[in-house]
Structures are given as C-alpha cells and as structure tokens.
C-alpha cells in the first residue's frame, strides 16, 4: 500500500508531546509532521498506522486522510465522497457510521452533510460490488469521519475504533473518573520515564488516585507495556488488514516490555475514599501492574511520603464539577453545612463559590503539608483554578495548558524545598498570567 496520510486527534495542549511520541514510535522526525490544534498529521504506511494504534498514549484515534477538497454546498460533498475507493478498505457485508464535526462551516445542517456522505459511500459500493452497506450507529465495523473547515472537507476512515483512551483495563470507576490519554500527557509533560539517567527508579505518587488511572499510566510507561495491547482495533475488519503483520508488531511489543526490578515498588497511589482504593487494584491487576504500585487508604493532607528517595507528586485533585467533599478538610465542610454555614473546601476537592472559583483551604493546608513533609519532590497539579499557586503560596516554576474535556485546565509544577509558608497578605490578591 503506498504513503497514507494519518491524522491523530488528541486534546488541546497535547499537540507537542503527541508529535514527539509519533517520532518515536514510527521514526518520522517531526519537521516532516504537520501539528495542529488537537491533532496531528503526517505521511506513513499501513504497518505505522497499526504501531501507532497499539503504542500511542496521547492520540484519541489514528485516522486516514482519504480525501481533502474544497465544498460549496453538499453536493460537492457527495462528489468527494463518491470519489473515494471505498472498496479497497471494506465489503458491502459490513456495517458504517458517518461521523461529522465542523468548524465555521457555512452549512446549515451538519446531518444532511453527513447523510450525503452515507449515500455517497452506498452508491459508490453499489455501483462496484453489487450492494450496498448497512448502517449501524452503535456497533458499526467502519467509522467514516467528516471535518468540515469554512471551505474545506476532509474525509476520513477510522483505524482505532473505539477510542484509544479505552485501554481495556479499566471496568471499576467512580465519579468522573480521568481519561487515560490525559492521565498519560500529564505523565509526559513531567517528563518522568521512571528511571534516571543513572538507571534508578524515580519515585511517582498520586495521592489523589481515584481508581488509579495515573498510577497504572505510570507503571506501564516505567514497564514499557503498550497501551494497545488488551483491545481490539477497527482496522481488524479493513481489507488491508493481515493477520501475521498485527501479530509480529505485538510479539515485538511484549518483547520490548521490560522487567520490574526487584525490592519495592516505586509507583504508589492513595485516595481517601478506600472503595476507590479497592477499584485502583483491581484496575491495576488486569493491566497488568499489580505488582509495580502500592495503592493505599488515606487523606492527602495526612499522607506521608511513600518514598525515602524524593520523587515526582502527580495529582488531578477533583474540583467543583466533579465530585463531591471529602477527607479531613471535608468532614469539617459538611459539618459546616449540617449547621448552615458555606462550607469552604473539601478533603479531596475545593469546594466552589457562585463564581466558579476554588475555595483555597483544602489546597492551603495541602501546600503546607508538601512543604513540611515533601522537601526535595516535584509536585505536578493538574487544575482549572488559574489562581492556585497564589491560593497555596507556592511559586509555579511551570505552567503547562491541558484539558480535560471542555475544561480548560493547567498543569502547575512546584519545586518542594523545606521551610514555612510566607503569610498570606489579604490587600495584595496573587495574579498569574495563565
């Protein structure tokens, strides 16, 4: 097959690491990539679209550009589409779902758009092989995509299927649970391997783990497991598929997966609610990393450091549009609601104003427990309070954009160094450029 054009779509603020990641796993150098916002493009064969499907972290899908032409009106949607040779990469026999997405597009309805594309691909089918396909919008074998710019159409054809935060690991989960693929950009934008440069472990702890999906990141990424290799894929059911190509790529990927040492494990994960704990293990037992973390009960204002070896602190503490007070600092709120008095912060979370701002007591006593106790760590916490450093007192040494779905979040790094906390100077409000 010659050079496709592959399209991985992944969250905004994502781009960079994702390109890196691509390198890596295909050996295309980046200058020759081509990043834009939420995704990347470049040209590569069949065999780096598989690679990439089982080896990519940060990508929600690997697509194939099948078409790129400029449009008018819907029907020079249904010419481009009817262009394409869709037998080549599926039968009548299977079922289809059109998919569309548009940005500044000048139609006026996105699902007729979508409609003439599924026409388009059934006459097209039609026309070479004698029948045409079924449509199936909840388990279909094919996944066509349809970007619409202004002027611009872009056709695509899914190879990944469902998406490729969906691991195959994960069936216990609690509220809101973070994206796999999210949880494994804040991993890269740390810039944490597991090992040091001199073949040590680097110790990672989230003490807001949930049900443990930075943890079993983590230690698959310090494990060298590939994140593809529990599910099924969408290119399965193309006409381009071999079998002995896929198998090869994975025998090659459980070779390459590499031993944990022996002693201790340097991956831990603790949460105050200890049902999640209980979801964390089992998660982590069917990817495989049981034995790489230790997952404990516990607040985060109380935990001590895991480690001897200071390390790397990774956390997405939930917030307002999440979950719920919890913990030491949220036992206190909701006494303080039984009473009808606002409750100012939550264990786990930071309670909300009306405003949509965080409440800074759970994260005051956070930062001076990290200051008292976690001298020498890194401490990564991912947000959408734009004014936390100011509220804990801590100075950010990095501000990395992220979202999380449609929050628009930043991942704040803080070097831990001893001491005490500077007094709070109510007259002068902190300000931060996000």
Not at 233 to 242: C, K, T, V
């Amino acid at each position: 097959m010659s050079p496709l054009t592959l399209f991985l779509p992944c969250a905004a603020g994502v781009e960079t690491y994702l390109a890196q990641e691509i390198e890596r796993i295909t050996g295309v150098p980046q200058p020759a990539m081509q990043t834009s916002r939420g995704g990347v493009a470049l040209e590569a064969g069949w065999r780096d679209a598989l690679a990439l499907n089982l080896h990519s972290r940060l990508a929600q899908r690997v697509l194939v550009r099948l078409a790129r032409q400029p449009y008018r009106d819907e029907h020079d949607i249904y010419r481009a589409a009817h262009g394409i040779a869709w037998e080549i990469w599926f039968t009548p026999r299977q079922t289809i779902k059109v998919e569309i997405t548009a940005q500044h597009s000048p139609l006026k309805s996105l699902n007729f758009a979508a409609l003439r594309v599924k026409d388009a691909v059934c006459d097209r089918l039609r026309e070479r092989r004698g029948e045409r396909p079924s449509v199936d919008t909840a388990r279909p074998d094919v996944r066509l995509f349809v970007h619409l710019t202004n002027d611009t159409a872009h056709l695509y054809i899914d190879t990944s299927g469902e998406p490729l935060f969906k691991r195959g690991w994960r069936e216990d989960k609690g509220d809101a649970p973070l994206k796999e693929t999210l949880a494994a950009a804040m991993i890269a934008a740390t810039g944490w391997r597991g090992w040091a440069d001199d073949g040590q472990p680097v110790p990672l702890y989230d003490p807001c783990c949930g049900s443990g999906t930075i943890p079993i990141e983590a230690a698959q990424i310090a494990l060298n497991i590939a994140p593809g290799l529990q599910r099924r894929f969408a290119f399965e059911q193309l006409l381009p598929y071999q079998a002995h190509v896929w198998q090869a790529l994975r025998e090659q990927a459980v070779q390459a997966q590499r031993p944990w040492p022996a002693g201790q494990p340097f991956v831990f994960g603790s949460d105050v609610a200890f049902r999640m704990v209980d979801f964390a293990r089992r998660n982590a037992e069917r990817a495989g990393v049981a034995h790489a973390i230790e997952f404990r009960g516990g607040d985060a204002l109380q935990r001590m450091p895991p480690s001897p070896r200071p390390g790397v602190l990774l956390l997405n503490p939930p917030y307002g549009e999440r979950i719920a007070a919890a913990g030491v600092a949220g036992q206190s709120a909701r006494q303080r609601h039984a009473s009808g008095v606002a409750a100012p912060a939550g264990g786990r979370q930071a309670a909300r104003h009306a405003d949509g701002s965080e409440n800074s007591a759970f994260f005051d006593q956070l930062a001076s427990h990290w200051k008292k106790h976690y001298s020498g760590w890194t401490a990564w916490l991912l947000t959408p309070d734009m004014q936390l450093p100011g509220k804990m007192r801590l100075k950010a040494a990095r501000r990395v954009p992220l979202w999380n779905g449609p929050i628009e979040c930043r991942l704040f790094r803080f070097d831990l160094i001893a001491g005490h906390l500077p007094a709070k100077s109510p007259s002068t409000p902190p300000s931060l450029n996000p």
